[in-house]
């Protein structure tokens, strides 16, 4: 067998394991609001055939979307209502109270 121990020393790169940040698609569109605008496009274009409101959500996922994420900090849709509507939700992580929930 050969070896490719040489040409992997002159030739190669080595890659990061991990991620650091989003996959961008086009360099301005992260690829989860691409799923989210397919999965508009599916559930307004296709089942319900709401061509008007189908628009109107991918103007506001593809249009407005990446301008909000861009001008606030990172995780702002998963924090704002959250903070606003005064939203719990109790868990593993963070228990509502004092309560024990394991032993």
Request: charged share 20%; glycine share 8%.
């Amino acid at each position: 067998m050969y070896s490719y121990e040489s040409m992997r020393e002159k030739h190669g790169s080595r890659v990061s394991q991990t991620i650091d940040s989003p996959i961008m698609v086009f360099d301005y569109f992260e690829i989860s609001e691409l799923f989210v605008a397919l999965l508009v496009i599916l559930i307004f274009g296709v089942v319900f055939y709401s061509w008007g409101l189908m628009i109107i959500l991918l103007i506001i996922t593809l249009g407005l979307g990446p301008v909000i994420r861009r001008r606030n900090k990172k995780g702002i849709f998963f924090h704002w209502p959250y903070r606003h509507f005064k939203m719990t939700l109790p868990g593993i992580i963070n228990p509502k109270g004092n309560k024990k929930y394991s032993d």
